[in-house]
């Protein structure tokens, strides 16, 4: 009998299906765990952003950023530099935040996403931006409106006085 063992198949392993059964629930557990660890997790995708540009500090630069989520979230809480903004909603199930920053430098920002109320961010949008160059002339701004003050002063005067003159 042991020489056919050795020489035919081995013995097949018996397993009780009392133990079987409990070890596919057990996978069964933890597969569905997995699953939903991997639906809790949250992330931006397809992530587009807009900036407005002005090259001077006077005016605000407009940010915006549209994003899709790769979870069944439906509110969301933006914060950019310690700013909490709401986040919009769009037909196309698309999400988007904007915000505007007075004398923007270039740089990135981070937008930190928060999901419904979580104190913790679910994932972060990156808004890279490039401030247009400013040139600073060596004149004052002032001059140019002064300037140009002056010179429809006088072109009026001209003007008057020429039509005055042809007219007598």
Known sequence: K???HLIGSPPR???????????LFVLALFALAHVQL???ECAAKDVS?????TPSLLFETVFLAKFS????????VA?????TFPVAVNADSTFQVSWTEKGASSGSRDVLIFA???????????VPYSAPLNLHLPVRTQFFVLAGLVASVY???EFFSKSRASSQ
């Open 38 to 40: 991997a639906a809790s």
């Open 2 to 4: 042991l020489k056919n």
């Open 13 to 23: 392993l018996q397993i009780p299906l009392h133990f079987s059964a409990k070890m």
């Open 79 to 83: 914060k950019v530099n310690g700013n």
């Open 69 to 76: 989520v790769t979870c069944e979230e439906e509110s969301f």
């Open 155 to 157: 072109f009026a005067f």
């Open 49 to 53: 952003v807009y900036s407005s540009g």
């Open 116 to 126: 419904g109320k979580s104190e913790t961010p679910s994932f972060t949008v990156s």
